[in-house]
C-alpha cells in the first residue's frame, strides 16, 4: 500500500487520484502503481478496447485516453528522451479482469502507462505543514524507510555486517556515497556509539544493487578515546571498496570556530528536486542542478537543503543518512560552468563516477531537520572532478565538511554502457 496521495494526469486532466492505491512489483521490472477502481474516472477513459495477456498477472481489459500528451517519462530514469514530443493514449489503461491464481485483489484495481501517463505522488504526510510537500514522479526507487533499512545493517559475525538487498530495475549499480553511510553506521555500532570523525571511502569496483553488501571491520586501534577501524566491502567474495574510519568519545572544546555558511535561500524558498524517493525533501537553491546539457551555465557552486521525515533514534543512522547524499550532485556542481555538458550524458557520452569521498563530523546531526550541503567544485581536468563541500543545520552550524573526487571523461565508442551499468 502507498503511504501517500497517488495521482495520474493526462495532459491537464486528473484521471485518478486515491490515498490507497497499490505499489506492484516484479522482478526485473520497475514497479507499477495500482489505483482503486472507484479513485478512477472513467468518463475520463475512451470506451473499452482489447485485452492483453501478461504471462505473470493474467488477462487485462485495456482503455485508451483521447488524444495526445507530452512525453511524462522523468528525467532520472530518461533524461535523454524525457519530455520529448507527444505520446498517445492507446491501451494506456488496464485492468485485470481474468487474474492470475493467487491475484484475485487485481480485479478491483487500474494502472496506467507510466511511460505515457504521468503518475506521481504527493510526497506529505497528515499533520505536515504544506510547504513540506513536494512531487515525485512515478516509478520510485523506494522510500526514506527503504533507505535507512538499507544502512541499518545486519551483525553476522563478530566484525562482520550484511546489508539488505533492494533491486531496482532502472539502476543496478550501488552508489559509493551510500557505502561510505553504511560504513559509517557499521563502525559507530562496532565501537560502542563513539562518532566518526573523520571517513575516507576509496571505491575501485562496481557494486551490484542486487547483491548483498558485506562489511568486514578490522580493529587498527581502540584507545580510552578514538578509536581507529578499516572496513573492507564486498560481495559474494570480492572487494568493492575500503573504508578508514576514525571514532572519537568527543571532548568540550576549548576555544571554536568555523567557516559561515554561505548566503542563500532557506529551504522553503529553494525548488523540490525530484530524485525518486519519498520520505526525503530535497530541495536545490535556484534551481541550479538541472540535468539537461543545455541549460544555462553558472558558477561551479551547488546549494542544496536535504530532511529525512523518519529517523529512528540512532546516531549512528543519522550520520549515516548525512554521508549517504555526499555522492549526489558534486558532479552537477562541476559542469554548472560548461556549456553543452550535462548529467544527462551520464553513461552515454561521459563516463561520471564517484572514487573517493572523504568527511570530517564535526557534530552529531539530525537527519530529520533541514541539512545545507554546500557543493563547490574546484577542478575538472584530465579526466578527473574535485569538488570542496560542507554541511550545516538551518541555523548556520557548521556539522560536517567533505570532499569528493569523480571521473569525468569521454566514453570509448567501442564499449557498450547503459545507465544500469556504468560507473
Known sequence: MCRYLARAWWGGRLVAASTAAVRVSEPA??????????????????????????PVKGTA????????????????????????GLVDGQDAVWSFTEPAPGLDW??????????????EIVDLVEGEDSR??????FPIWGDATDLIDMLDLRVVGERRQVSTVRPFAARSVVEASQILGQAIVAAMRHTGGRRVVSAQLVMYRVADTSIPLEFDLEDLSSGRTFSAVLVHVSQEGRRRASVSLLLDVTAAEVFRHEEPAPPCAGPYDAVPYDMAVTGRDLRVVDAACDNDSNAPVGPPTLDAWVKFR????????????????????????????????????????????????????HADVRADQWMLYHHHSTFV????????CRVYTEAGRLVASFTVDAILRALEARFHHSDKTAI
Open 106 to 119: 487485481l480485479t478491483d484495481l487500474v494502472a496506467f502507462d507510466h511511460d505515457r501517463v504521468r503518475v
Open 310 to 361: 523518519e529517523v529512528p533514534a540512532d546516531p549512528a543512522l543519522h550520520a549515516g543518512l548525512l554521508a549517504q547524499f555526499t555522492g549526489h550532485m558534486s558532479l552537477a556542481a562541476a559542469m554548472r560552468p560548461h556549456a553543452g555538458f550535462g548529467q544527462d550524458q551520464a553513461h552515454r557520452t561521459l563516463s561520471m563516477g564517484i572514487s573517493t569521498i572523504a568527511i570530517s563530523l
Open 61 to 84: 481489459q485495456l482503455w485508451s485516453l483521447d488524444g495526445k500528451s507530452p512525453a511524462p517519462l522523468p528525467e532520472w530514469q530518461d533524461p535523454a528522451h524525457a519530455g520529448d
Open 29 to 54: 521490472r520497475l514497479p507499477e502503481l495500482y489505483f482503486p477502481k472507484e479513485d478512477v474516472r472513467f468518463e475520463l477513459l475512451g470506451a473499452a478496447g482489447g485485452q492483453a495477456v501478461c
Open 132 to 137: 513540506e510537500a513536494s512531487v515525485k514522479r
Open 381 to 388: 581536468g584530465d579526466g578527473m572532478a574535485h569538488a570542496e
